[in-house]
């Protein structure tokens, strides 16, 4: 029965979809904005809480990448926990998973409309919200394909402006960025109160904090069984996850706590990476992190209303949930599940 319900959605995501999705779809705007907390809990030690949270997320992800290489799926663990535990687990998953990120779509609309206030005051943040959710709503209920191509370009925008971060980052440690003044090398990691300010406890209380900017990593899994031949891709995409993630977080939080001070206020104020840019010199590094997080949020938000219905649609055909949520239309999607998760 799984794999027959599972043929009926479309197969509209390419290798190139589920590869981007695969590097991309882990980076969001926890990481560009929110890291600042984190840092805050552990100073320097930040790193060692990033690369923690990165081995147990590369361990998870290497289990259900197992399983979903058996039985690629849109339910996921969902359906995997039914099949191991029994139905209770699959049901009490399924529905708090939906739920999640049925409620980061307003969240992330809501950042995301801030930002375009920010940019064009005139008009009010409930509209940019209202017509956000609504364009990228349209968008999903066109065609799985739809998902993937915006979600490969956000990706994309996303992956070139961390390794241009790391780029600067690493000509600043080397005392070679033309544009700063007195910033080099990583004095920063031990002047202020050594590397671990805060102790064990301000690394596991940092962990906490970074175990929310790794949420989506296992989109690829859903997202695997509406392309051909998932069962490849889902395995390339989960033994490349450990040095992804290692690049993304760990380098970067590295960059960032050896170029500027943990402790200081702008950091909470500005962000991680916009008070590490500004304190380069690079120009326009507001208009720049205002883009990429606007991104991240549309990302995040392209992944949510995805990610949520097609939990819906297998929560459905396991007679969890309405059996309209299991309605497909001619491109493959299944536009109720779309429609009643953006609708809620």
């Not at 339910?75 to 995997?80: I, M, R, V």
């Not at 509209?127 to 915006?150: R, W």
Request: charged share 10%; glycine share 8%.
């Amino acid at each position: 029965m799984n794999n027959d319900t599972t043929k009926k959605l479309g197969e509209g995501l390419s290798n190139r979809h589920i590869t981007m999705i695969s590097i991309g779809g882990v980076i969001g705007a926890g990481l560009f904005v929110g890291s600042s907390s984190a840092i805050a809990k552990a100073g320097p030690a930040v790193i060692l809480a990033y690369l923690i949270t990165s081995i147990m997320v590369f361990l998870v992800m290497r289990m259900l990448g197992e399983m979903a290489v058996l039985e690629p799926d849109t339910g996921s663990f969902s359906t995997y926990a039914r099949k191991a535990i029994g139905p209770w687990a699959g049901f009490t998953i399924g529905w708090l998973y939906w739920w999640f990120w049925v409620l980061a779509i307003p969240v992330e609309a809501i950042a995301g409309a801030e930002i375009l206030h920010s940019w064009f005051p005139n008009v009010s943040v409930s509209i940019y919200a209202f017509c956000f959710i609504v364009f990228l709503s349209l968008a999903n209920f066109f065609s799985t394909k739809s998902f993937g191509e915006f979600e490969f370009w956000f990706s994309l925008v996303k992956v070139v402006a961390i390794i241009g971060f790391i780029i600067i980052g690493i000509l600043a440690i080397s005392g070679i960025w033309p544009l700063a003044k007195n910033v080099s090398g990583v004095a920063n990691l031990y002047n202020n109160a050594g590397f671990m300010p805060h102790g064990m406890g301000g690394i596991l209380s940092a962990i906490l904090i970074t175990a929310f900017s790794f949420f989506g990593v296992e989109i690829v899994s859903i997202a695997a069984a509406e392309s051909s031949n998932p069962k490849q891709k889902i395995r390339r995409a989960t033994n490349l996850v450990l040095y992804r993630i290692i690049l993304f977080f760990v380098v970067s939080m590295f960059i960032a706590v050896s170029l500027v001070d943990w402790h200081s206020p702008d950091l909470q104020k500005y962000g991680t990476f916009q008070y590490v840019l500004m304190s380069l010199n690079v120009p326009g590094t507001k208009l720049i992190i205002d883009t990429v997080v606007f991104i991240a949020v549309a990302s995040c938000m392209n992944a949510a209303i995805y990610t949520s219905s097609r939990m819906l649609f297998r929560l459905g055909t396991r007679s969890e949930a309405p059996q309209a949520v299991t309605k497909i239309n001619y491109a493959g999607v299944p536009a109720i599940a779309v429609f009643s998760s953006t609708f809620i």
